[in-house]
T-cell receptor, first 110, second 116 residues
Framework: GIQVEQSPPDLILQEGANSTLRCNFS?????LQWFHQNPWGQLINLFYIPSGTKQNGRLSATTVATERYSLLYISSSQTTDSGVYFC????????????FGKGTKLSVKP | DTEVTQTPKHLVMGMTNKKSLKCEQHMGHRAMYWYKQKAKKPPELMFV???????INESVPSRFSPECPNSSLLNLHLHALQPEDSALYLCASSQDPTVIAKNIQYFGAGTRLSVL
């Protein structure tokens, strides 16, 4: 099956710093989503980005489908950005089966 | 509105109990999903309902029994669970699983289950 690898596994930032999270996947995908899981467990949709670049406020994402990776940029980080960031892909092997990476745990210190 | 509502938020049950988890969405989505997430792990798919029919069962033990009474509602019936089944159970929905661009999944807040 498809492999989804995220890096780094853990990241500690000072408030105001910028960061880049990476997601590599081993096969072509139909769908790629970035999620933020807050400390209470809620998975929040950040981006649906099978290819191209999108921006939403301080967050932006880029997926280069031909090279099988996606990047999530967080600028001017805030303590509320803390949590786990997941990349999830649907490679089309099943109907809507999202395969999640192991996540990047982000801690933003004040 | 992209809201998926799960109840209860927390559940503690004994190994001989029978309980149910509930998930509801009113976005007109035609696919609904159950995921299981253990601590410090990513979510793992358990079941997929597409147009109210079970389309994927990822080799889940029979002590977990899904039900989709209508397109807005998804239940997960629990019976004779084991302590290792303690986890966060997440429900998700998507507009149309047969159309790639309409398969964006939206998640509920989850039910945190403890089996004693």
């Amino acid at each position: 099956g498809i492999q989804v690898e995220q890096s780094p596994p853990d990241l500690i930032l000072q408030e105001g710093a910028n960061s880049t999270l990476r997601c590599n996947f081993s096969d072509s995908v139909n769908n790629l989503q970035w999620f933020h899981q807050n400390p209470w467990g809620q998975l929040i949709n950040l981006f649906y980005i099978p290819s191209g670049t999108k921006q939403n406020g301080r967050l932006s994402a880029t997926t280069v489908a031909t090279e099988r990776y996606s990047l999530l940029y967080i600028s001017s980080s805030q303590t509320t950005d803390s949590g786990v960031y997941f990349c999830a892909v649907d490679y089309g092997g099943s109907q809507g089966n999202l395969i999640f990476g192991k996540g990047t745990k982000l801690s933003v210190k004040p | 509105d992209t809201e998926v509502t799960q109840t209860p938020k927390h559940l503690v049950m004994g190994m001989t109990n029978k309980k149910s988890l509930k998930c509801e969405q009113h976005m007109g989505h035609r696919a609904m999903y159950w995921y299981k997430q253990k601590a410090k792990k990513p979510p793992e798919l358990m079941f997929v309902y597409s147009y109210e029919k079970l389309s994927i069962n990822e080799s889940v033990p029979s002590r977990f029994s899904p039900e989709c009474p209508n397109s807005s509602l998804l239940n997960l019936h629990l019976h004779a669970l084991q302590p290792e089944d303690s986890a966060l159970y997440l429900c998700a929905s998507s507009q149309d699983p047969t159309v790639i661009a309409k398969n964006i999944q939206y998640f509920g807040a989850g039910t945190r289950l403890s089996v004693l």
